[in-house]
């Protein structure tokens, strides 16, 4: 099973910036968990969603060579909750990138509310030892996001295009 905490890539610059959004519902079982009778999600998914945008950003930057993990959270600040019906926005920036690893900074919103604030550092691993480790699940995964980029590229693409007819 994978856990992917964002719904959509809406915007994808190689190596510089990318913004995704997770949409919040009741339907998500972790909601009711967290704390019975007030439904919010968790601040641990909203960093992993952070994360996993991030992580897109420079695996993509690396042409998906290895796998991606998150090594450290640098910095993470919480400022709000999100709530059913919430859709929240992540938004990161490249800002080092080596062999072995990267460095992103990240904020999640609703809206205008800022939710939370983070410097993220990944670790990156080379295929082989990926594969050794996780078998094909990393391929799938790996397909998964690549799959999500292309969705997102051409649907930019398609949007910023002028209809046929209208020059």
């Given amino acids: 099973m994978r856990w992917i905490w964002i719904d959509r890539i809406e915007e994808f610059r190689s190596r510089e910036y990318a913004r995704s959004v997770k949409n919040v519902t009741l339907a998500e079982e972790h909601l ?16 992993e969603g952070l994360a996993q945008t991030g992580g897109l950003l420079v695996g993509e930057a690396s042409g998906f060579g290895g796998l991606v993990v998150l090594a450290k959270l640098s910095r993470v600040t919480f400022h709000d909750y999100a709530l059913p019906g919430d859709q929240i926005t992540y938004e990161v920036r490249l800002k080092e990138l080596r062999p072995e690893g990267a460095v992103v900074e990240g904020t999640a919103r609703v809206g205008e509310k800022l939710l939370a604030e983070a410097e993220i550092v990944f670790a990156q691993m080379d295929a082989q030892k990926a594969a050794a480790i996780v078998g094909n699940r990393y391929s799938n995964f790996r397909q998964d996001m690549l799959d999500m980029i292309r969705i997102s590229q051409t649907t930019s693409t398609a949007s910023n295009s002028e209809p046929a007819g209208t020059s």
């Fill in 32 to 47: 009711h968990d967290h704390f019975p009778g007030y439904p919010v999600m968790p601040t641990s998914l909203i960093v």
